[in-house]
């Protein structure tokens, strides 16, 4: 297999404008992802920063933000340390359903990884499992 790429869709109960803010805007993405330096706009680079500052190195994540159409798509570069610096790409895709929201996302890049692949995947799989569902109850 080649392909190392997650996907991603969930519905949320609230209207994509809605949605859009807590993928960009630094408190909200506090609420179910992690803190932001800064809002997610294109061309900027971003750091997620941990909920213990104290460190000596606050990112937790960061990456740069390569397209911003609000309230629809955004795509950033992403890593963090246990990915040793390999950038993966996160894109975002919203959409009206039915009176809410459809949140695609697809996280690619993976297969290019020197380590271990599957477990990159299968983590990054629970973890985005774990956001969604408070992205769900926050965005609501």
């Given at each position: 297999m080649t392909d190392a790429?997650?996907?991603k869709t969930i519905f949320i109960?609230?209207?994509?404008e809605r949605v859009w803010t807590y993928l960009v805007e630094p408190d909200k993405l506090a609420r179910w992802f992690h803190e932001s330096?800064?809002?997610l706009d294109a061309g900027q680079d971003y750091a997620l920063l941990r909920e213990n500052k104290d460190k000596p190195?606050?990112?937790?994540?960061?990456?740069?933000?390569?397209?911003?159409?609000?309230?629809h798509r955004l795509v950033y570069t992403f890593t963090h340390a246990f990915l040793g610096g390999h950038e993966t790409e996160v894109a975002w895709q919203l959409e009206e359903?039915?009176?809410g929201a459809k949140l695609t996302l697809?996280?690619?890049g993976f297969e290019a990884?020197?380590?271990?692949?599957?477990?990159m995947l299968t983590?990054?799989?629970?973890?985005?499992d774990q956001h969604f569902t408070r992205l769900r109850v926050v965005a609501s």
């Open positions: 790429t997650l996907t109960n609230a209207a994509p330096d800064k809002m190195d606050p990112k937790m994540c960061w990456g740069r933000v390569l397209v911003s159409e609000p309230p359903a039915f009176g697809v996280h690619s990884f020197a380590g271990d692949v599957f477990d983590s990054h799989d629970k973890g985005w």
